[in-house]
């Protein structure tokens, strides 16, 4: 079992950062890979961005290139997701998921977290 809590959500101007946190327990919860997604209302959740737990490869939408930055720190068993120069969008709610097989499909992830909403404002 792994239990993902996130933290860092809330209100931002367009242009601005911010910096999501996931922390993971669980006694294998170190051996999963981590993804983030972003699911606005009506519409489909998206691959954000995923870290492989092996060996640090790190995945990203074209979307999110170049502004975010996924990461972690082992010791704390926490990932973090680095958000610059966000744009205006209707208030998705980013996801961090793990997997035990890295991938942009989120049916592939097995666990969630409850999902902090982020609020691009202009």
């Known amino acids: 079992q792994v239990t993902l809590v996130e933290s860092g959500g809330g209100l931002v101007q367009a242009g601005g950062s911010l910096r999501l946190s996931c922390a993971a327990s669980?006694?294998?919860?170190?051996?999963?890979?981590k993804g983030w997604f972003r699911q606005a209302p009506g519409k489909v959740r998206e691959f954000v961005s995923a870290i492989n737990w092996s060996n640090d490869n790190t995945y990203y939408a074209d979307s999110v290139k170049g502004r975010f930055t996924i990461s972690r720190d082992n010791a704390r068993n926490t990932v973090y997701l680095q958000m610059h120069n966000l744009k205006l969008t209707n208030a998705p709610v980013y996801y961090c998921?793990?997997?035990?097989?890295?991938?942009?499909?989120?049916?592939?992830?097995?666990?969630w977290g409850q999902g902090p909403q982020v609020t691009v404002s202009p």
């Open positions: 998921a793990a997997t035990r097989s890295t991938s942009t499909n989120p049916t592939n992830y097995r666990y």
């Open positions: 669980g006694r294998i919860s170190s051996t999963y890979s």
